[in-house]
């Protein structure tokens, strides 16, 4: 089909993505239960509380061999305890998959965990990029006091495993201590 010159359907202005199929994502701390170390604490705050929203743009079905996505997340500042708010953390279905983050507003950590439960992360800030090799899962958590935003591109054929996470959690969390965020 001849298409000569046209507009992109989608738009990126570096804290927001749009157009065509915007798929937007939200989770509250209801949605998040069993994820923190102080279950007290959780149980005390308002489960409505938005913990984060993600906007995707998702051109292929879910499952398209070279396919890529792309999408923003917004996550908010916070803390459960000594926990700062943070998001589920998956590894991918497909596990040579890979992923960018990077970071555009706000400081937050990359916490990563490879399938011999080795923990790091790396410092997320306006500006970082990161890369998320095979086999490592990751989550963020948002170290500062305002609203943390990432962006990040994926495979199509990646798809998400939440359930090993939600099993056995990381292997260290990221907690404040004296002021400052500590993995433990
Ligand atoms: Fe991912």
């Given at each position: ?15 927001t ?6 798929k937007?994502?939200v989770?509250t ?12 604490a ?5 489960k ?34 000594k ?28 916490i ?12 997320m800030v306006p ?27 994926w ?15 990381f ?14």
């Open positions: 089909m001849e298409k000569g010159i046209v507009t992109s359907p989608y738009t990126f202005t570096g804290d993505i749009g157009g065509e199929g915007l937007t994502g989770r701390l209801a949605d998040l239960q069993g994820i923190f170390a102080d279950e007290a959780y149980q005390a705050m308002d409505d509380t938005l913990a984060y929203r993600v906007e995707s743009i998702e051109p292929d079905p879910q499952g398209t061999p070279g396919g890529l996505y792309m999408g923003i997340t917004y996550l908010a500042p916070g803390k459960v305890g926990e700062y708010f943070m998001t589920k953390g998956h590894f991918h279905l497909n596990p040579e998959s890979t992923e960018f983050y990077w970071g555009v507003k706000g400081e937050g950590m990359l990563l965990m490879d399938e011999d439960r080795h923990v790091w992360a790396e410092k500006g970082s990029l990161h890369y998320i090799r095979p086999r490592v899962a990751h989550r963020v958590a948002n170290t500062g006091d305002e609203t943390l935003v990432f962006a990040a591109s495979p199509s054929d990646a798809g998400h495993d939440y359930g090993t996470i939600a099993r056995e959690g292997a260290k969390r990221l907690l404040e201590i004296n002021g400052k965020p500590e993995l433990v």
